[in-house]
């Protein structure tokens, strides 16, 4: 268990450094799918180990990859609108979008 879980706060790790340093939209849209990726792994590696009659851990996991693809879509819909009016995806455009 603790394999699972040293792995998943490795790529937890990794996913927050991305989306702290990335000024690419695409680069932190990447790593927020990594730290969903290890919340999945979190989620069934206790469901495995701690309870292992149910199956709880596996149906949050589909959730979140359910939830991951609605992410996808629209951020990849506000990253061509970007691109689109500004000729570039750097986060530094978004300030301008405000009211």
Known sequence: MFY??????????????????RRNTIGILMSLELMFNA??????AFNRYIITDGLTGQLFAIFIVVVAAAEAAVGLAIVLLVYRNWRGIDTDHYSVMKW
């Open 4 to 21: 699972y879980l040293g792995l998943a706060a490795i790529l937890f790790s990794i996913g927050l450094f991305g989306v702290l340093t």
């Open 39 to 44: 919340a999945n792994i979190n989620f069934v």
